[in-house]
């Protein structure tokens, strides 16, 4: 009896803590009907929150950046971002309705570092030293589109420039550097198509 008691007092604590985290992260994003913020979700956006989109009924369990010098992450309806997952944008990505994100897939829209080794250690020692740093020069990016119905597999990596068509599957652990066409499944490193998925 006490066991069940206790038992019961958690999962309202847990239901409360949850609750709260949920509210404190859509502060930082626009979010639909019934979308929620999972407890190992997190929404870092210190601009407006229009640059953060949840449709309606999305869970978020992973990690969605947007840089202080630009980016857009849209997500549509009843969509699942799973947990350790990251999407960082300095451009923009777009992610269609029905969509999955299985644990642990990287998706980024730009190469986060520049192409010249003394803006990087300037960034770095900014970093280091301020706690902050500046604009990053010479960073690629380019936006990336994951249409509807598309299911990514956990471990995999989407990179800048990527259209991923509608009802498309990215096998687990994939890496994806090109357009992957609709209803098509890839898998590998780089992802190569292996066969077709259904509507």
């Known amino acids: 009896m006490m066991l069940s008691l206790l038992a019961r007092l958690r999962g309202r604590w847990v239901q409360a803590m949850d609750s709260l985290w949920d509210r404190r992260q859509q502060r930082y994003c626009q979010?639909?009907?019934?979308?929620?913020i999972?407890?190992?979700?997190?929404?870092?956006?210190?601009?407006?929150?229009?640059?953060?989109?949840?449709?309606?009924?999305?869970?978020?369990a992973g990690e969605l950046l947007v840089y202080p010098h630009g980016g857009r992450i849209d997500i549509g309806d009843h969509c699942y971002v799973g947990e350790g997952t990251r999407i960082w944008s300095l451009s923009n990505v777009r992610i269609g309705s029905r969509v999955f994100l299985?644990?642990?897939?990287?998706?980024?829209?730009?190469?986060?570092?520049?192409?010249?080794?003394?803006?990087?250690?300037?960034?770095?020692r900014e970093r280091v030293q301020t706690g902050a740093a500046s604009f990053v020069e010479n960073v690629s990016?380019?936006?990336?589109?994951i249409c509807d119905d598309a299911w990514i597999g956990f471990n995999s990596t989407i990179l800048k420039g990527v259209r991923i068509g509608e009802g498309a599957i990215i096998g687990a652990c994939s890496t994806v550097t090109r357009d992957v066409a609709p209803y098509t499944v890839v898998v590998?490193?780089?992802?190569?198509?292996?066969g077709q998925s259904l509507p």
């Open 31 to 36: 979010c639909g009907e019934g979308s929620k």
């Open 38 to 60: 999972l407890s190992s979700g997190r929404v870092v956006n210190s601009g407006d929150a229009g640059n953060v989109v949840l449709g309606k009924w999305t869970w978020l």
């Open 102 to 124: 299985s644990h642990g897939v990287n998706v980024h829209d730009n190469d986060a570092h520049s192409l010249s080794a003394a803006e990087r250690h300037r960034h770095f």
């Open 141 to 145: 990016s380019g936006d990336i589109e």
């Open 188 to 194: 590998g490193n780089p992802a190569a198509p292996v």
